[in-house]
């Protein structure tokens, strides 16, 4: 019989890592600080002792070459996890990313196929910590616009697990986004309590989840709330508020920005006729910008008002915590844009 | 270091088939029978043929945007090499790369990236890959003097030396980075310079004469087929045509008549018949027909190519993914 536990993401992300390095010997992860230290936020604790530093590699501050190595390696046989400490590092390897790794199987006319996953921790740590401009970032939307990358993005333990997993199987390459708030929740009451969904029973078996399924995380007839990563869980913090107001909020998590579950999306959309996208990153061309542009294409004849996105600002990640609140997306923006979309008043 | 007469008449076939696939090139160019840009390696032969000669098949290489002599002396059939600057169905990547994009994992050609300095750190994860499966396939890494001032070039530079993989660099400094000259991008003389500040050797040689890049790169890969690191070798050579087909006057805006002209007379295919001769190793009217076999072999891919269907509009999205 299957173990199910209760896991973190951060312990989810590392037992998925682990049951696949057993699996398939092919497979090496390379990062900065990866081996003993365990990977800055702990997601690699303990792996290089099992697996040795031939798998699990310590590298140089060079992202260029992490991503170069990686990609060369998956050309010629191995399968490879990058790993990036923070995705604000992403420019540095950006080439190899977009260029390289996203364009090879199709320029070369599917000779080759290019299996690295990138993981890149994103995101607000606010409370947390205030990581200020450089360490804060939410990229995600950047990639959605490179043809050839898979980009998931995972809320929960559960996900993170089946989904790591799928991209390590899957043969392409992967950007697999960690929100660094879901790293904290064992290791923090204050955030545990409001937001229990950080912490789930997990499977101890092996199990892939495919990509393009969104999931719906909360069921609702009144308006779709579509939210990815952290916003997932103040999403549900929301529903769970205005559900004592009589509003029946469902929300989806699509899991995977690249490819984009439109089905699940369009249909609760017939349904509720009513659509607030809540993303975590700079709102002009982010991700919520393509999921309502998707929306007006696809289900504008079912709509009763115009979609309403909730996202960052368009300035940097300001480092005061009263600004940095007011940067990145709270609960009380999604609140009043469920509201507004509702034609409803506090 | 003396080489049998067989092997001499493959690389100097391998020197003709990339002179003459490029000629051949230019003219289809001409009359617009290549749709995309090309970037000649006409003057380089004796680089890729004296380094490519030093491999097995499961050996790799990675290119560059100047890549049609790599892959040709690398293996490459120029049939499919030829399909593919055509645009063609039957080319090596279905005519979704062209000239700057040819790969062939059946031999060994793991690609060509048209981002200068790009290749450098894969060609280190190659490395790693041979390594880490215990095989002992070494992995040759083409680049140009213009790609030594990249990061990548750092990079990759630094993790194949700490990690002591079997790769061989080979830098070929032709001297200018379109029209930059080298001398206006580093103050070394010498890039491999560069090489003892990463704890990796180095070598130089003269990248006209395919016999002493033949007998430099051979003891490059021998090193790292036993395991003892990679190698920067630079060879110093010169492009006879121009950056790319349209650079006007073949680069004499940036560069002499008078320079032009005193490389010209280093042709490193002449040169290597030359001396077939003179040491009585072939004849020449051997070497006159291996030059009218490379003709026909030219005649015959540009005949391919031409007869290839065009891939069609509905495949536009095929490839991009395996799952």
Redesign the interface.
């Known amino acids: 019989m299957s173990e199910t536990r209760e896991l973190d993401f951060a312990e989810a992300i590392r037992e998925a890592i682990r049951q696949e390095m057993l699996r398939d010997k ?1 497979l ?1 992860l390379m990062g900065e600080d990866v081996g003993k230290f365990g990977g800055i936020f702990g997601c690699t604790k303990g792996l290089q002792a099992e697996f040795g530093e ?2 699990i590699r310590d ?2 501050i ?1 992202e ?2 992490i ?12 399968h ?1 996890i990058a790993e990036l400490e923070f995705m604000d590092f992403i420019g540095c390897p950006m ?2 990313i977009f ?2 790794m996203a364009k ?10 290019v ?1 690295v996953v990138l993981r890149a921790p994103a995101g607000s740590r606010y409370p947390v910590a205030c990581g200020a401009a450089q360490h804060s970032q939410s990229l995600e939307a950047w990639f959605m616009h490179v ?2 990358l ?1 980009v998931v993005t995972p809320s929960m333990p559960y996900d993170a697990k089946g989904l790591l997993i799928n991209a390590i199987r ?3 390459p992967v950007l697999f986004v960690e929100h660094k708030l879901l790293y904290y929740a064992k290791r923090m009451a204050s955030l545990r309590g409001p937001y229990p969904t950080l912490i789930q029973k997990v499977p101890e078996e092996s199990y892939v989840i495919p990509f393009g399924k969104a999931d719906i995380k909360r069921p609702g007839e009144d308006i779709t709330v579509v939210a990815t990563m952290m916003m997932v869980h103040k999403a549900l913090r929301v529903a769970e508020e205005l559900a004592k107001k009589g509003i029946s909020m469902e929300v989806i998590d699509p899991r995977t920005l690249v490819p984009l579950d439109k089905q699940t999306i369009v249909e609760s959309v017939k349904k509720t006729g009513k659509v607030v996208v809540a993303s975590e990153d700079a709102k002009t061309a982010g991700v919520g910008a393509e999921i309502a542009a998707m929306i007006m294409e696809e289900a504008f004849d079912y709509l009763d008002a115009p979609v309403k996105r909730v996202s960052g600002l368009d300035v940097p990640i300001p480092y005061a915590p009263i600004l940095e609140s007011t940067v990145v997306p709270q609960e009380r923006h999604i609140r009043e844009a469920v509201l507004e979309v509702l034609g409803q008043k506090e | 270091m003396e080489l049998e007469k067989q092997k001499l008449l493959l690389m100097y076939r391998n020197m003709l088939r990339i002179r003459r696939f490029e000629e051949r090139l230019a003219e289809e160019s001409a009359r617009g029978n290549i749709p995309g840009l090309l970037h000649l390696y006409v003057g380089e032969e004796a680089v890729a043929v004296g380094a490519c000669s030093t491999l097995r098949k499961d050996d790799y290489i990675t290119s560059t945007h100047r890549g049609h002599g790599h892959c040709i002396a690398k293996g490459g059939d120029l049939r499919k090499m030829m399909a593919e600057l055509f645009g063609k169905e039957t080319g090596y990547c279905k005519g979704r790369g062209g000239s700057m994009h040819i790969a062939a994992p059946d031999i060994g050609i793991v690609g060509c990236s048209a981002i200068a300095g790009a290749n450098i750190p894969i060609a280190a994860g190659v490395g790693l890959s041979s390594k880490l499966r215990k095989t002992d396939q070494v992995c040759i890494s083409f680049f140009g003097d213009g790609a030594s001032n990249t990061g990548a070039f750092h990079e990759g530079m630094n993790l194949a030396a700490l990690w002591n993989l079997p790769v061989v660099y080979v830098l070929e400094n032709n001297l200018y980075a379109i029209s930059t000259p080298a001398v206006r991008s580093s103050k070394l003389r010498n890039i491999s310079d560069r090489a003892a500040g990463y704890g990796m050797r180095a070598a130089v040689v003269d990248g006209m004469d395919a016999l002493s890049v033949y007998e430099v790169v051979s003891d490059a890969v021998a090193r790292a087929r036993k395991g003892e690191g990679p190698t920067l070798v630079e060879c110093k050579t010169y492009r006879f045509r121009g950056h790319h087909e349209g650079d006007p006057k073949k680069g004499e805006i940036y560069r002499t008549k008078q320079e032009m002209d005193e490389w010209e007379k280093r042709d490193p295919i002449i040169r290597l018949g030359e001396k077939m001769v003179k040491e009585h190793k072939a004849a020449q009217a051997e070497l006159n027909a291996i030059n009218q076999e490379t003709m026909r072999e030219i005649e015959d891919a540009v005949a391919f190519a031409k007869q290839s269907p065009s891939p069609k509009p509905e495949d536009a999205s095929t490839y991009l993914f395996a799952s």
Do not use: V
Not at chain 1, 104 to 113: L, T
């Open positions: 092919t090496i031939e798998r590298t140089p060079s260029t070459a991503l170069g190595a990686s990609i060369g390696a998956a050309l010629t046989g191995m490879c080439d190899q260029n390289q090879i199987r199709y320029m070369f006319g599917g000779s080759m196929n299996p043809p050839g898979k899957c043969g392409d």
